[in-house]
Every structure is written in C-alpha cells, then in structure tokens.
C-alpha cells in the first residue's frame, strides 16, 4: 500500500514539473509595452495601436504584454496628428514609450482695414473678413483677399497648433488709371503753315482764294475769293499748304488792286509777303482778281 502511494505522488510530481516548464518558458519570451501620455492630448484622449491593432486608451498609462521582438506602436486622437514609431522588446523586459502627440488643427483669425473682402484659403472661397475658424489644418497655407477698389492682397503663412495665428492686411486701393496723354499734331503734320502780309500803311483790304479749280482744298469756311482782313501786319496761323491767288485793295476802296500775286503756304511753315518791297500782278487782269 505504501509503494502504491509513493508511486502516485512521484507521477504528480513529474506531471507538476512537465507542465510548468513550458509556462515557464513563454513567460519568459514577452515583454511589456508601456505608454504613458504626456504634454498636449486630444480631447477624450488617444487610442494606442500595437501592430495596427487597438491596445486601449491614454491616459491614463497603459501596459500591454507582447511577444518579444520588433513591434510598431501608435497614438492618435481627434483633432491630432497620428504618433508612430518602431520598437524592439526583448524578453522578460519593459519599454517605456512616451507618444509626442500634437494637434492636427488650429485657430486662424484674419482681418482687413477696410473690413469686407472676400478671403479665400488655398484657392477656396471661405467667407470675407473679418475671419475666424478653429479647423485649419497644420502646415503651409495661401491667403488671398480680394476687394472691389482694392488690389489683391496675398499673404503665406505656418500654421504651427496649438498656437494661433492672426493675420492682419490693410488693403490698398487701385490706382486711378493713368491717362493716355494727347498729343496735338504739329502744324507740318497736319498740313498747315501760317501767312503774313504786311502794307506800308493801315487798312488795306486783303483778299485770298485757291488757284486750284477743283476747289479740292477748301480754305476759310470754304469760301474761295472773299474779303479776310485788314493791315499793316495780317496773318493767320492755321492755312491748309497750297498756293493761293492773295489780292490787296486800297482801303475802302475794293475795286482798286494796288497789289495782286500769289502766295505758297507750306505745311509748318511762315510765308511773308511784303507789298511795299515785291510786286506782283493779277493773273486774270483786274476783274477776276476781285
């Protein structure tokens, strides 16, 4: 009876020691993850991934057993940028990870003297100034203000959450267009010059007309043989370049030529015709001068 028990307690002995010798042995291939949160978290917290799988929940600090060897670890949370990185657990020991969690967004507020302009954010219309949101996103950005009377106004800027940002712009007007200078075109460009007839004494009569028979070059309100002024000194300044029949009559006399010729004007030019120092004839005899 005896042999029988020692026997029997010998065989659970050897069974006890069979068994725990392979608990034994995968306790000892893990390790332990822990993460612990610290600085900045997410509202209602960050959810921690080990090898894509959700782990839990931080904070508060979180402690998961894993198999030793390489693991990829992870934080994110609502509103934050997503924290990675590659970890190595050995067996039988801890790691102690601390996610640098930052936010994803942050606040712009953007003004404009004057107030009213269109904003658009990255290329997008997103209301007018003054402007203010809560779910910019991290990074670069391109502001553009745009305002009738106003030239655009665009301005860079580094969203860094969870600090703010306040752009303020003061609009310049649009300059009043610059006008487009006239320029007068010269007596030579336009095809006048100018005529002087001097007498040696006052109140003669001075009479023009074209010799041209087409009367293609009307002179003078297109008349061709009319009386045009009085000496010593007549000009006019504006007559079309030709050669023109030019009849002076004693004063109030019109039927006495005391002078007749004829008188080339040149474009941009001064013709002078002296009667007291040239002569000149009437072409036609007396009466067609008249």
Same mark, same amino acid.
């Given at each position: 009876m005896?042999?029988?028990c020692f026997i029997f307690i010998a065989g659970v002995l050897l069974l006890s020691l069979t068994v725990a010798v392979p608990v034994a042995a995968a306790i000892q291939a893990n390790g332990t993850i =822990?993460?612990?949160?610290q600085g900045w978290v997410p509202a209602g917290g960050a959810t921690v991934s080990i090898d894509g799988v959700p782990a839990?929940?931080?904070?508060?600090? &979180?402690t998961v057993t894993v198999?030793?060897?390489?693991?990829?670890? =992870?934080? =994110?949370g609502q509103g934050s940028t997503t924290w990675t990185?590659?970890?190595?657990?050995?067996k039988g020991s801890t790691i102690k990870i601390v996610p640098a969690l930052e936010p994803g967004f942050g606040t712009v507020s953007v003004v404009s003297d004057p107030p009213g302009a269109d904003l658009y954010l990255d290329g997008?219309?997103?209301g007018s100034t003054p402007w203010n949101s809560s779910g910019v996103a991290k990074g670069s950005h391109l502001l553009l203000l745009r305002m009738p009377g106003y030239q655009d106004a665009t301005r860079y800027f580094i969203l860094k959450p969870p600090r703010d940002i306040t752009v303020s712009i003061k609009l310049r007007e649009v300059p009043p267009p610059t006008p487009t200078p006239t320029r007068t075109p010269s007596p030579a460009e336009s095809g006048l010059g100018s005529l002087v007839i001097r007498t040696p004494e006052d109140g003669y009569e001075i =009479? &023009?007309?074209?010799l041209f028979y087409d009367r293609s070059m009307p002179i003078l309100d297109g008349?061709?043989?009319?009386?045009v002024g009085r000496t010593p000194a007549y000009w006019m300044d504006a007559v079309p370049q030709g050669t023109y029949d030019l009849i002076v009559t004693a004063p109030g006399n019109l039927s006495q030529v005391v002078w007749s010729g004829t008188a080339v004007v040149r474009a941009g030019g001064e013709t002078v015709i002296d009667t007291s120092r040239s002569s000149g004839n009437c072409p036609w005899g007396l009466w067609p001068c008249l």
């Open positions: 005896r042999s029988c =822990s993460v612990v949160s839990g929940t931080i904070p508060p600090a &979180l198999p030793a060897g390489t693991h990829m670890v =992870s934080a =994110s990185k590659r970890v190595i657990v050995r997008a219309k997103t =009479s &023009l007309r074209s008349k061709w043989h009319y009386q």
